[in-house]
């Protein structure tokens, strides 16, 4: 298949002055008919006229009203048309029952839905399905169905029918229809200019007791752009719908938001803490696209990091504002370096704003998204908050209903604060993480700092140039005082020296604050000075860093060299785990290890093979000697913050079950499951009953529970994701593959649920010593069950293709292993473009 290039990008020839379209909805011979009203592109450089098409059956088309025969290819059709302004109609058929890669319109449990991000609204009908073609969409849907809904405002329903109009120019990867038999949790919000909005929420019956708290999150999310941003609505309804199949985890259409059931509905009995959490970010996230998204799109697909990376950093500002700030920051960094990091310093490395592609769907990645926002979060540091709140008010202000690129975005930055951003702007060109090696000095008084910026290969990329990294610094004295609050220093050059006068003492320096830059800080420190930090540093993030990389040195010195848990980090941690200043969630996170594949990348980074059953076992005795060590302090800790009562999924007392369930899982390793079990028997929340099964499998227990939570759940399919993915998880490696295998033959494991396959799949590409064992099973597991999925469901099949991506890393008979599981992907007579590019890339 092609490859398409961003440098190649041409003005579209055609413009949509509106569009009509009808929906004759039945399972396998929907018929959709257009009337698009289409005019000369004035910057256009042809009047050619192509229009995307793909798996459609033609019936009928008219230009004008008269007759047309044009020329159908599998991508679409061309034709010959007027010189001027002319309305095209034509009539289309589709089966949206055989639709299992859930792009276009599909059913999912007899409901029609549809996903068109990022090209899926050629699947419906021919139209030039780009994002720089907005029009204004009028649709009306025929159908017996109970509930019709599209995009904009409902403007005419009656008795098999029903009329919506959406006002807002848009592309047509934003359009949206939903038909079924759905309840809504109705609600409603006035906006500050006093606009009354209807909003719902609908899901299928058996789930409307779910939906109470994303309605919450709705609002909040409404009337936090308004204070926030001055972002109001902009149309008297809107709408989310919950769908069980769906390939990620929601979609901004304009006025009719569709999420992943995973993304919205929670009880307190069947949605974890994190659930919770989740949920409120990602309907926050998808409302706040309505102005960063749809009133202002891309241009084209290169251009995704403008919505995503902004959109982004916008729901993490929120979701910072809702609960803790240190809490936000810490999760999104290990997100970060779990997923982007990873990305980018492999063979799927690629920019913030990709140059080229074969399939789309392939670039909806953590670098687009997180390292996206990281950039925008960069971008606010170095003009401050002033020039931000400035820079994005002109942003809405000069390029409201128009396709923008990356450098309109940064325009409006240089034009409200007078700065020169062109070397700022590598960030979006140069692919892979930068390394910043720090090295220090003292004498008289003066501590000097000096920053070095290696920027590394990736694919396709050499001899990069310097960026512009601001990294936030604070000192302390030796007493642990901070004799120099956090200072910004702007690294432009690839080495740079900065330093800091009138110090007393030769002070310790807390670098690289609040992650201030997506880059690997390589500084030589040793433990003192990391429990020093620990013990005092001013920036939470900082301090958690500190006990990170505490724990992360023991862990590499137990598992490569032998040496018992380290001690300076066992003291640390019972410092920080019974500090009763601190907030619980934080010391959660404190308590968790660095993960396998943390490890697994430091091991490779100081070029030594990383051996994944090794990194599993010194993990596994870490934490029976942190329970050993604490077993004094836990059982009381443990009752102290144990939360009962009535559940809320706030902030502070999801905290604390945070702390609890991690102490629990630490208690189990010595007490013989006695209070996993109790707390499992009493729990009358999802959190605390997942928590509690865990902790059990976790100490090698549990069989009785996980049988009766089967038993207890077995209706609720996202309650029983949970159970698929539990037991993978906690497999022990030796088992993992086995157990993967095994659910994947029940008769509830399906393929054409992407969330089920996720639960057992994403879950065996997690555990890290399972997926890796030496038995090469769990390699070839996957790749016969991607084999499986692919001719269903390319989109996921190719996302879950990253599972091979660090196979560089390993031992040669690992490698040799994954390579023959790649290749033998590749070589399918009918691979999916999707799957095709992504193994391609993954060999290299
Ligand atoms: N645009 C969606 C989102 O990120 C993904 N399809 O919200
Ligand atoms: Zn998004």
């Given at each position: 298949s092609p490859t398409i290039y961003l440098a190649d990008y041409t003005p579209p020839n055609w413009l949509v002055e509106e569009v009509h379209l009808t929906f004759r909805l039945a399972p396998r011979s929907t018929r959709v008919l257009s009337r698009v009203r289409f005019a000369p592109n004035p910057a256009a450089m042809s009047r050619a006229f192509f229009l995307e098409g793909e798996e459609l059956t033609l019936i009928s088309a008219r230009i004008d009203g008269a007759e047309v025969k044009p020329e159908v290819t599998p991508e679409g059709l061309t034709c010959a048309v007027p010189d001027g302004p002319f309305l095209w109609e034509a009539e289309v058929e589709i089966a949206p029952e055989a639709n299992t890669a859930l792009e276009g319109l599909y059913l999912s449990?007899?409901?029609?839905?549809?996903?068109?991000?990022?090209?899926?609204?050629?699947?419906?009908?021919?139209?030039?399905?780009?994002?720089?073609?907005?029009?204004?969409?009028?649709?009306?849907?025929?159908?017996?169905?109970?509930?019709?809904?599209?995009?904009?405002?409902?403007?005419?329903?009656?008795?098999?029918?029903?009329?919506?109009?959406?006002?807002?120019?848009?592309?047509a990867y934003l359009f949206a229809l939903v038909a079924g038999d759905l309840l809504a949790l109705p609600g409603s919000f006035t906006t500050r200019s006093g606009k009354a909005v209807e909003l719902n929420v609908w899901v299928r019956k058996g789930d409307e007791d779910k939906c109470d708290f994303a309605m919450e999150a709705l609002k909040k999310s409404m009337k936090w752009d308004e204070d926030v941003y001055g972002r109001e609505y902009d149309l008297d309804i809107f709408n989310i719908v919950a769908v069980d199949d769906f390939n990620m985890g929601a979609m901004e259409n304009k006025g009719l938001n569709i999420f992943n059931s995973s993304a919205v509905l929670a009880s307190p009995e069947t949605a974890t803490d994190a659930n919770f959490e989740r949920i409120e970010a990602i309907i926050a996230h998808e409302y706040f696209h309505n102005w960063t998204g749809n009133r202002i799109t891309c241009r084209d697909w290169f251009q995704l990091c403008l919505k995503e990376?902004?959109?982004?950093?916008?729901?993490?500002?929120?979701?910072?504002?809702?609960?803790?700030?240190?809490?936000?920051?810490?999760?999104?960094?290990?997100?970060?370096?779990?997923?982007?990091?990873?990305?980018?310093?492999?063979?799927?490395?690629?920019?913030?704003?990709?140059?080229?592609?074969?399939?789309?769907?392939?670039?909806?990645?953590?670098?687009?998204?997180?390292?996206?926002?990281?950039?925008?979060?960069?971008?606010?540091?170095?003009?401050?908050?002033?020039?931000?709140?400035?820079?994005?008010?002109?942003?809405?202000?000069?390029?409201?209903?128009?396709?923008?690129?990356?450098?309109?975005?940064?325009?409006?930055?240089?034009?409200?604060?007078?700065?020169?951003l062109t070397q700022f702007k590598r960030w979006y060109s140069q692919a892979g993480t930068p390394v910043v090696t720090m090295t220090d000095s003292y004498a008289d008084g003066t501590y000097t700092v000096t920053l070095k910026q290696t920027l590394p290969d990736t694919p396709g990329q050499t001899d990069k140039q310097p960026q512009v990294i601001p990294f936030a610094i604070g000192l302390l004295d030796p007493s642990g005082a901070e004799v120099v609050p956090t200072t910004l220093l702007e690294l432009t050059e690839r080495e740079q020296s900065f330093a800091f006068e009138g110090l007393k003492a030769r002070p310790v320096p807390s670098p690289l604050r609040g992650f201030s830059a997506p880059v690997v800080l390589d500084h030589a420190t040793d433990n003192a000075a990391r429990a020093f930090?620990?013990?005092?540093?001013?920036?939470?993030?900082?301090?958690?860093?500190?006990?990170?990389?505490?724990?992360?040195?023991?862990?590499?010195?137990?598992?490569?060299?032998?040496?018992?848990?380290?001690?300076?980090?066992?003291?640390?941690?019972?410092?920080?785990?019974?500090?009763?200043?601190?907030?619980?969630?934080?010391?959660?996170?404190a308590l968790s290890l660095p993960s396998e594949d943390d490890l697994a990348q430091a091991f490779a980074d100081a070029g030594r093979t990383p051996d994944p059953q090794a990194i599993w076992e010194g993990r596994e005795a870490m934490r029976s000697a942190v329970a050993e060590v604490l077993a004094d302090a836990l059982p009381a800790l443990y009752a102290r913050h144990l939360v009962t009562g009535p559940y809320s999924p706030e902030a502070g007392p999801a905290g604390k079950r945070a702390l609890t369930n991690a102490l629990l899982a630490l208690i189990s390793r010595t007490d013989g499951g006695a209070a996993a079990r109790a707390q499992y028997a009493a729990a009358d929340n999802m959190t605390q009953q997942l928590g509690a099964l865990s902790a059990l499998l976790g100490a090698g227990q549990g069989a009785e529970e996980l049988a009766a939570f089967a038993d207890q759940w077995r209706h609720e399919r996202l309650v029983m994701d949970k159970w698929f993915m539990i037991q993978v998880a906690q497999a022990r490696p030796e088992a993992a593959a086995a157990t993967a295998a095994a659910l994947a033959e029940r008769d509830d494991f399906t393929l054409t649920n992407p969330n089920r396959f996720r639960a057992v799949f994403g879950a065996l590409a997690m555990n890290q010593a399972g997926f890796h064992h030496a038995s090469g099973d769990g390699y070839r597991l996957l790749a016969d069950w991607l084999i499986r999925l692919d001719p269903l469901n390319p989109q996921t099949t190719a996302r879950m293709c990253s599972a091979f991506q660090t196979w560089r890393r390993y031992d040669a008979d690992r490698k040799e292993m994954m390579q023959a599981q790649l290749e033998r992907i590749a070589a399918l007579p009918k691979l999916s473009r999707d799957t095709g590019e992504m193994v391609g890339r993954i060999l290299g």
């Open positions: 449990n007899g409901m029609y839905t549809t996903q068109c991000e990022a090209q899926g609204f050629r699947k419906i009908t021919y139209y030039p399905d780009r994002p720089d073609v907005m029009s204004v969409f009028t649709v009306r849907i025929e159908s017996d169905l109970p509930v019709l809904l599209s995009n904009g405002n409902r403007v005419a329903q009656g008795d098999g029918f029903a009329e919506w109009h959406d006002p807002w120019p848009k592309p990376g902004l959109t982004v950093f916008r729901d993490a500002q929120f979701t910072a504002d809702m609960r803790s700030e240190p809490v936000k920051r810490i999760s999104d960094v290990l997100d970060l370096r779990g997923r982007q990091f990873r990305e980018d310093g492999g063979p799927l490395a690629h920019p913030v704003r990709p140059e080229s592609f074969k399939e789309i769907n392939n670039f909806y990645t953590a670098t687009v998204y997180e390292k996206g926002a990281e950039v925008i979060g960069m971008l606010k540091r170095l003009v401050g908050d002033d020039g931000y709140g400035k820079a994005v008010q002109l942003y809405f202000d000069r390029h409201d209903g128009q396709a923008c690129t990356i450098e309109d975005w940064l325009k409006v930055f240089e034009d409200a604060t007078g700065r020169d930090l620990l013990a005092h540093d001013t920036d939470p993030f900082n301090r958690w860093e500190a006990g990170r990389q505490l724990a992360k040195s023991a862990l590499v010195a137990m598992i490569g060299g032998g040496q018992s848990p380290d001690a300076a980090y066992l003291d640390g941690l019972r410092a920080l785990v019974t500090d009763e200043t601190l907030d619980p969630a934080f010391r959660a996170l």
